[in-house]
């Protein structure tokens, strides 16, 4: 892929954090990147770094040593990316439609205007009849859907989930990676997304990076050579048994590997 294809990029990057208790270092030469209309996952152990290297590519960090671009301009203090954190953040005194204009009223349109633009986006996200509901009224998925609906609304088609399935029950889970596949693929966005689930990665991604502990470097560079469509009977297959193993090796190089039939990623 040559680089003018490439949506992010993050070059050698290093981080380190000075503290009373002396430097850490978080992240040590780590390079990715994500092409137009890709979805590409960080894969790892907690605390490794996933989350830095997305406030880094987000604008919110600077890199300690190395270079991060969004469509080829090097990335500033303003974002140029969509960024969804773990949390949903919904101001439970706003609807769900005031929710998710929030970017837009923020970028400065007027609050009719972005309420339309709200309204619109979560009718295709199948919310349209919670728009003037609130927030607890809603289920964990269904504010899940509203939040990534929100990044989506603020106009940005390179979006940063930062592990944004990680708080929902294991059915709730697997029911978002689908409507999250369907809503990536009707769309032009390129996304660069966090978990700590093998097969979450692996059933989403056309690329995934599994990192090292802290601080994180590249261990494997993963290309998810399946086809797409993928229900969730794409698990049960050998390709993807084939690259699950190879992610496992690699996140578990200090124990022998474990049996894939007793693992749940």
Same mark, same amino acid.
């Given at each position: !892929? ?24 978080? =992240? ?8 137009? #209309? ?9 605390? +490794? ?23 080829? #301009?090097?990335?500033? /203090?303003?974002? /140029? +990316? ?8 919904? !101001? ?8 998710? $204009?929030?970017? /837009? ?14 309204? %619109?986006?979560? %009718? ?6 919670? $728009? ?9 998925? !269904?504010?899940?859907?509203?939040? *990534? ?10 979006? =940063?989930?930062? %592990? ?11 029911? !978002?990676?689908?409507? *999250? ?51 969730? $009977?794409?698990?049960?297959? %050998? ?12 996140? #578990? ?13």
């Amino acid at each position: !892929m040559v680089a003018a294809e490439r949506r992010i990029e993050a070059r050698g990057v290093r981080k380190s954090f000075v503290g009373s208790a002396g430097t850490v270092q978080v =992240l040590d030469d780590v390079d990715v990147h994500v092409g137009r #209309h890709e979805f590409v996952s960080l894969l790892g152990p907690s605390g +490794c770094g996933k989350s830095t290297l997305f406030n880094i590519v987000a604008g919110l960090e600077e890199p300690t040593a190395g270079v991060v671009s969004v469509d080829g #301009h090097t990335v500033g /203090r303003i974002g /140029r +990316c969509g960024y969804m954190p773990q949390k949903d953040l919904l !101001m439970p005194w706003k609807t769900i439609a005031e929710n998710v $204009a929030i970017g /837009r009223v923020v970028r400065g349109e007027s609050k009719a205007q972005a309420k339309r633009g709200a309204v %619109e986006i979560l %009718e295709r996200f199948g919310l349209g009849a919670f $728009a003037d509901h609130y927030p607890s009224q809603l289920s964990g998925g !269904m504010r899940q859907r509203a939040a *990534l609906a929100r990044t989506f609304l603020a106009g940005n088609d390179v979006l =940063l989930l930062d %592990e944004p399935f990680g708080a929902l029950d294991s059915l709730t889970r697997l029911q !978002m990676q689908s409507w *999250l596949l369907h809503v990536w693929q009707e769309s032009a966005a390129s996304v660069l997304f966090i978990t700590h689930d093998v097969d979450e990665a692996l059933r989403l991604s056309d690329r995934v990076y599994v990192l090292t502990e802290r601080p994180a470097k590249v261990a494997v560079t993963i290309d998810v050579d399946l086809a797409r469509p993928r229900p969730y $009977a794409t698990v049960l297959t %050998e390709g993807f048994a084939r690259l699950k193993a190879i992610a496992i090796a690699h996140l #578990h190089t200090d124990e022998e590997t474990p049996d894939l039939a007793g693992t749940d990623g």
